[in-house]
């Protein structure tokens, strides 16, 4: 394999993101068809607490739905027993439903007519397919049937403030002495700033600092400060990110890879997903030969809390491309980060 190929293993790796703070969305919404008995299937694409909210407000039966369910004959009520009837006493010119007690409730116009049960329903619409196109990852895209209006970070702290309150007073607290007053609102912003790199992309932190240069040697940049944040534990964890990269004909500015810890360090995280993003990330802005990238953090949810080991430190490495297939390049890489 010549030096400057990714290995098919490495090169998967390569093109794939780990983004599991903000899980991939699909690109549209669709529920499923009505059954015999009038009920829906379940919602697909939606998740979690927003799901029942778009069941509510969008259910719908398409044409093709509606036709095939008259064809089944559940449209037709029977007396008492939902049995269809024949042809001739299913309604008016446009086919719709007939009650077998009304003979025949469903006229010219496409009134509601009375189905299985004695409910009474209006010709249902079509559906609306909601493109997600160009807000799959937006943080706060809570209600697809509303225009796209994100809010900012400031619009958060009077919820967030309440939220710090109520734990306040949880722990038996008073937050109306002098000393906790303002401590909701502090708390609040904090954790904003300690969670900043969820408002970040990639984009925005290279701002076109990447450069054609010939140069094929390693570039390594050690030593990176980072703090996060534990999503078991929401406690901070902090450490040192190395980073090194093979180029081939481009190169990135520096200040750039400690601008790529700072984005997925300030979000809840492990820091073996941490380790992998960055790895990742450096990958998509220069698509070098290889990205190497090692982590050494000291976790206080084993500091002050559980096993209190307080001289513990976590390792974790990432390595892609020729990093992961030439031994002799992963030692050297190994090298200059142990060198002091």
């Known amino acids: ?50 799901a029942n909210r ?23 009520g029977g007396a008492g027993a939902g049995a269809a009837l024949p042809p001739s006493s299913a309604g008016g010119e446009n086919g719709e439903a007939a009650n ?17 049960g004695g409910l009474n329903r209006a010709r249902p619409t079509p559906i609306r397919t909601i493109s997600l196109s160009g807000h799959e990852k937006c943080t706060f895209h809570h209600d697809l049937e509303l225009d796209h209006k994100p809010s900012t970070r400031e619009d958060l702290l ?10 306040l007073s949880s722990l038996g607290e008073d937050p109306e002495r002098q ?18 790199g969820y408002d970040q992309s990639l984009e925005e932190a ?16 050690k030593d990176i400060e980072m703090f996060s944040m534990c999503e078991h534990h929401l406690v901070p964890f902090y450490g040192k990110v190395s980073i090194g990269y093979l180029p081939c004909k481009k190169i990135l500015g520096l200040s750039k890879l400690a601008r790529i810890v700072e984005i997925f360090s300030r979000r809840l995280q492990v820091q073996e997903r941490l380790t992998k993003q960055i790895a990742v990330a450096v990958t998509q802005a220069v698509q070098p030969a290889g990205v190497a990238v090692i982590i050494e953090g000291v976790h206080m949810c084993m500091v002050m809390r559980g096993v209190q080991k307080i001289n513990s430190k976590t390792v974790t490495s ?23």
């Open 179 to 196: 000393g906790l007053l303002k401590t909701p609102e502090r708390a609040a912003k904090a954790m904003l700033f300690f969670t900043k």
């Open 318 to 340: 990432t390595m892609l491309g020729v990093f992961r297939d030439d031994p002799k390049t992963r030692e050297e890489f190994l090298t200059l980060c142990n060198n002091k």
């Open 100 to 116: 077998n007690n009304s003979g025949g409730g469903g006229g010219e116009n496409g009134a509601p007519a009375a189905i299985a």
């Open 206 to 221: 290279l701002n076109g600092a990447v450069f054609d240069e010939d140069h094929d040697e390693m570039v390594v940049v």
């Open 54 to 76: 778009r069941r509510s407000s969008s259910i719908r039966r398409t044409e093709s739905e509606m036709t095939e369910g008259d064809e089944n004959g559940y449209a037709a």
């Open 158 to 167: 009077p919820l967030m403030s309440k939220s710090y309150r109520m734990l």
């Open 1 to 50: 394999m010549s030096k400057f190929e990714i290995s098919d293993d490495a090169d998967e790796l390569n093109q794939e993101i780990d983004d599991t703070n903000f899980p991939t969305r699909s690109n549209s919404i669709s529920f499923g068809a009505a059954n015999g008995n009038g009920s829906t299937g379940s919602l697909n694409g939606g998740y979690g607490p927003f």
